[in-house]
């Protein structure tokens, strides 16, 4: 049996399905319209009661949710791929600061940016803000990484699929290559390697 994964264009499973073509597995597609709030549809909730995407079937039926969850589930699962280096090599653990800084930091706001109504009664002051924070995260990651491509050489970590689909959202296409050139590179990196561009040409353009 295959991965189902559950998802939408230019949504958080994006970076599911990366991880998915990184790793050569085969993955059956199932669409959850946000434009139409299909993701809080009941049937849905039964699968993820958060009533968000991605979520993850794994082949023994086991549900998933959560980005980080499920791509730390399938490198686990799928050492060979080399989604992060081994738990003694030092740059696993650079990996996983830059992709836990973007879960926690990033991520939040683009919630905020996505559904400010819910978040208060100001929603244009909310998505300011929401930008501005993010643009903040965004510029301390790129005075801080020398990819080369990728943030640890010449192979794509978990957090370069990570930080490459988070830098498409909350309008960065246009505002990454001129303020974070760097992250910009690493996102044409990773939507270039050839197994992963025909995922990333679902969701989004290829970076310039």
């Known amino acids: ?18 991880a998915l073509a990184e790793i050569g ?24 009661p958060m009533g968000r995407v991605p979520t993850l079937i794994l082949p023994d039926g086991t549900v998933v949710t959560e980005s980080t969850a499920i791509l730390l589930t399938l490198e686990a699962r799928h050492p060979a791929a080399g989604l992060l280096p081994p738990g003694d090599d030092p740059g696993r653990a650079v990996a996983l600061r830059w992709m836990m800084l973007a879960a926690s930091e990033i991520y ?3 919630t905020r940016y996505d559904y ?20 903040e995260i965004w510029r301390l990651i790129e005075a801080s990484i020398s990819p080369a491509p ?13 930080l490459a689909v988070l830098s498409r959202w909350m309008g960065c296409e246009a505002w990454m290559p001129e303020h ?3 992250l910009q590179s690493l996102a044409r990196a990773v939507a270039t390697r050839p197994q992963l561009t025909p995922a990333w040409r679902r969701h989004f353009e290829l970076p310039q």
Do not use: H, W
Request: hydrophobic letters at 40%; aromatic letters at 8%; glycine letters at 8%.
């Open 1 to 18: 049996m295959a991965y189902i994964l559950y998802g939408d264009r230019r949504s958080g499973s994006s970076i599911v399905e990366l």
């Open 25 to 48: 597995a085969e993955a059956e597609l199932r669409p959850v319209p946000l434009a139409s709030d299909a993701q809080l549809a009941a049937g849905y909730r039964q699968l993820n």
């Open 108 to 110: 939040p706001c683009v």
């Open 116 to 135: 400010p109504d819910r978040f208060g009664d100001a929603p244009e002051s909310i998505r300011r803000c929401a930008v501005g924070m993010a643009q």
């Open 150 to 162: 990728f943030l640890l050489g010449g192979r794509p970590t978990l957090a370069d699929l990570y």
């Open 180 to 182: 974070c050139p760097k």
